[in-house]
């Protein structure tokens, strides 16, 4: 596939693209002869796992080191898979925040369906009007 045909798939710029392989977020991709890039599925596949981590807030450097000990081979097997544990946890905090954010949400909101008075009350300082 073209730069053009996977920024359009994965809805990622060229220079995006560009810019992981560059930077080690990717492995490098194969090119042509004529040294155009030419994505293949393997290439498609480290670009919908790194877009699938970014998008859970793993750190790129912690991808990027993934990435760099993965190409290095089986002797970093356990090196790796520590980087994942330790994204996983960084992940399950995270996660548990945003729940605790959500239920206190959820909270105001069934306090204003059923007593708006109060929470307005509540919320209003005594020496505003």
């Known amino acids: 596939m073209t730069i053009t045909q996977v920024s359009e798939k994965y809805n990622i710029t060229p220079d995006t693209l560009r810019y992981y392989e560059r930077i080690g977020l990717i492995p490098p991709v194969p090119r042509t002869s004529g040294g155009i890039r030419n994505y293949d599925e393997v290439s498609c596949q480290w670009i919908e ?3 699938c981590m970014q998008q859970a807030g793993v ?3 912690a991808l990027v080191e993934y990435v760099t000990l993965f190409q290095q081979g089986d002797s970093t097997r356990e090196a790796r898979k520590q980087i994942l544990i330790d994204q996983r946890q960084r992940l399950q905090q995270h996660m548990a925040s945003m729940q605790k ?3 206190r ?3 105001k909101i069934k306090a204003y369906e059923t007593n708006p008075t109060l929470i307005e009350g509540k919320l209003k300082r005594k020496d505003v009007p």
């Open 59 to 61: 750190q790129i450097e």
């Open 49 to 51: 796992l790194m877009k």
């Open 105 to 107: 949400l959820n909270e």
């Open 101 to 103: 954010s959500l239920d």
